[in-house]
């Protein structure tokens, strides 16, 4: 088997602990399950803290190979493990990363699902990072880490 097709099967400990993040989810990510579960978004079928290797996805589209993080205010402090995670996922995966902080999701939630529609229909182009640069782009709605707002 190729290694980037090798299958990362999660721990049980790991797939544990996404089970306990499903009944502690953040408000933020509370709101965007309300509009992505059921297949709510135009059928595509949504999971929610879904084990990937070492890993715990916020939500994933398998079908689209798409991951939504939904990040708070810890993850300024992680930006590099950020990055390393969204390489994993990318490279080793062949998923594409989507990056919202909980602001935008709180106060902006169609602005998200339209970015969320627009990396759905969008190619299935790599990342910067899976070509040598930084973490993926963020989206309209998105905001890179660490970027002050006008």
């Known amino acids: 088997m190729a290694n980037s097709q090798k299958r990362w099967r999660a721990s049980k400990k790991i797939q544990q602990r996404a089970h306990e993040l499903r009944k502690e989810m953040t408000p933020a990510e509370k709101k965007l399950w309300q509009v992505l579960r059921g297949n709510q978004l135009d059928g595509l079928y949504f999971r929610r803290q879904h084990a990937v290797g070492i890993y715990i996805l916020d939500f994933v589209c398998i079908q689209e190979n798409l991951v939504i993080e939904v990040d708070g205010g810890s993850h300024l402090k992680q ?13 080793e995966k062949g998923y594409r990363v989507i990056r919202f902080i909980n602001d935008d999701v709180l106060k902006n939630i169609h602005e998200v699902v339209e970015a969320i529609r627009k990396a759905v229909k969008s190619p299935h182009l790599p990342s910067p990072a899976s070509r ?19």
Do not use: I
Request: zero cysteines; a negative charge.
């Open 79 to 91: 930006e590099e493990y950020d990055q390393e995670r969204t390489r994993w996922l990318e490279e």
């Open 132 to 150: 040598g640069g930084k973490s993926s782009p963020p989206v309209h709605g998105g905001r890179q880490r660490g970027a002050k707002e006008d």
